[in-house]
């Protein structure tokens, strides 16, 4: 049973630099697999970035990669998302999702479990 909190977004202009929080109650990250997923308006929900709390295993999307860096740490129980050169398109509700660990890494969605509410990130011109 984990409860998650995600906060850190607001509006940047492009170019910009944002770092998401995720805080977690209720159970330790340690043996879940823990992302951020992002949401535009009139767009399927998509994985961001993963990573494999013990292990470390990552995932990054291709549109973020070398951009985006997911990270975690393990005293605080917290995960984080720094976004750097913001583009308009990356405009979206970011939510922090987690599910208990099996095999592999997962990145679908619907294959996780618990989410938080979501914050808002919003890329100006």
């Known amino acids: 049973q984990v409860q998650l909190v995600e906060s850190g977004g607001g509006l940047v202009q492009t170019g910009g630099s944002l770092r998401l929080s995720c805080a977690a109650s209720?159970?330790?990250?340690?043996?879940?697999?823990v992302g951020w997923f992002r949401q535009a308006p009139g767009k399927e929900r998509e994985a961001v970035a993963a990573i494999r709390w013990v292990e470390s295993n990552t995932y990054y999307s291709d549109s973020v990669k070398g951009r985006f860096t997911i990270s975690r740490d393990n005293a605080k129980n917290m995960l984080f998302l720094q976004m750097n050169s913001l583009k308009p398109n990356d405009s979206a509700l970011y939510y922090c999702?987690?599910?208990?660990?099996?095999?592999?890494?997962?990145?679908?969605?619907?294959?996780?479990?618990?989410w938080g509410q979501g914050t808002q990130v919003t890329v100006s011109s």
């Open positions: 209720g159970r330790a990250f340690s043996g879940y697999d």
């Open positions: 999702a987690a599910r208990i660990g099996d095999w592999r890494l997962r990145i679908h969605a619907p294959e996780y479990d618990y």
